[in-house]
């Protein structure tokens, strides 16, 4: 397949065709960075990535939840699919270096749905946690597609499902005191390490569940809401490290009464 021809940035284009996102998602597959296409607006960004996911799903395994991306700030997050594929990897596994066209590493969240949460509800910590049966630390190894030096707007990481590829799930730290385990979402520390070095290092830029509410908002708009078992990872509390051979330990701070992490080794 050839890669995607470049645009000049003031392009403008509609929901891209099938047979587009059918090539776009064969060079993620086949690990290729392509050069973006036309600009796209809001609506057809999220068009692009539903018909992106659709194909997607047929190589990852059916969608199983969702992602939320705070990179750009408050009232700005950005939503994806999470595959069954992308989380099947258990901390320690050891995977390809290039595992993507534009191999990423980034911290994330997981949190594992209890029970069905009606987005009727009133959205605050306390009810949004009594809905989560556990938080468990993940390692999203995502995907950048673009070649090098391309911007990535929110329109354009909508456009490839934020870059969803592969991901190492840590050990669950399961939701039992509902306060305190609110106060301790609201605290973490995070660091990333790559053999042994710290690589970054921070607080999430927004509460946890400030993010789940969101989330909810958003599919209720939709006529949508988070189910039993569903998965839901929050990125871009850090920025994305380009991935390069070596360990890679996430550790938390806060999530429990001793640090909890998850690691992956890139060869």
Do not use: K
């Not at 039993?228 to 999530?255: C, D, I, K, N, Q």
């Amino acid at each position: 397949m050839m890669a995607l021809p470049a645009m000049a940035p003031a392009a403008r284009a509609a929901c891209p065709e099938m047979a587009e996102v059918a090539r776009l998602a064969q060079a993620m597959l086949e690990r290729r960075p392509v050069a973006p296409g036309p600009a796209l607006g809001l609506a057809d960004a999220l068009c692009a990535r539903d018909r992106l996911v659709a194909v997607l799903a047929q190589a990852f395994g059916d969608v199983v939840g969702h992602v939320v991306d705070v990179r750009f700030g408050a009232g700005q997050s950005l939503r994806g699919a999470v595959f069954f594929g992308t989380l099947r990897e258990v901390s320690g596994a050891e995977l390809p270096a290039h595992f993507a066209a534009v191999p990423l590493v980034q911290p994330a969240l997981l949190l594992r749905m209890r029970r069905d949460l009606d987005p009727r509800l009133r959205l605050d910590h306390m009810t949004l946690l009594r809905h989560v049966d556990a938080v468990i630390p993940y390692l999203a190894l995502s995907d950048g597609v673009f070649a090098p030096g391309a911007p990535l707007g929110a329109e354009r990481l909508l456009e490839i499902n934020l870059g969803t590829r592969a991901g190492v799930v840590g050990e669950p730290v399961p939701v039992t005191g509902i306060g305190d385990h609110a106060e301790r979402l609201g605290r973490l520390e995070i660091v990333l390490t790559r053999d042994g070095e710290a690589i970054a290092a921070g607080a999430p830029r927004r509460h946890p569940l400030d993010l789940l509410a969101w989330l909810v908002a958003e599919l209720a708009r939709e006529e949508r809401y988070l189910r039993a078992e569903e998965h839901v990872a929050l990125t871009g509390f850090l920025p994305a490290r380009p991935a390069a051979p070596g360990m890679y330990r996430l550790t938390y701070s806060g999530l429990a009464a001793q640090p909890v992490a998850v690691s992956v080794t890139l060869q």
